[in-house]
């Protein structure tokens, strides 16, 4: 059983990841090689590494803040079986 207490993400937090995801997706599959799609520039890619590295620890930072608030609080949810 997990007990749910933390859980924050935003329109910004999908935002980020979708864009992420789409973009990186396109390298990483077979049709990429067979299709002869370009790979992103070295500093294309340190940038996109540099802005999840800065959004990482903001994320966690919320989820420590959630999950401080919902000590005193029972879970919002329990999802059995996991």
Do not use: C, F
Request: aromatic share 4%; hydrophobic share 40%; net charge positive.
């Amino acid at each position: 059983m997990i007990k749910v207490r933390q859980v924050s993400a935003g329109v910004n937090d999908y935002a980020q990841v979708n864009a992420g995801m789409s973009k990186y997706s396109n390298y990483a599959h077979d049709e990429a090689m067979m299709n002869g799609v370009a790979v992103s520039e070295p500093d294309e890619l340190l940038a996109d590494i540099q802005l999840l590295e800065n959004w990482r620890p903001a994320v966690q930072k919320r989820s420590e803040e959630i999950a401080k608030k919902s000590k005193s609080r029972p879970p919002v949810s329990t999802i059995r079986g996991a």
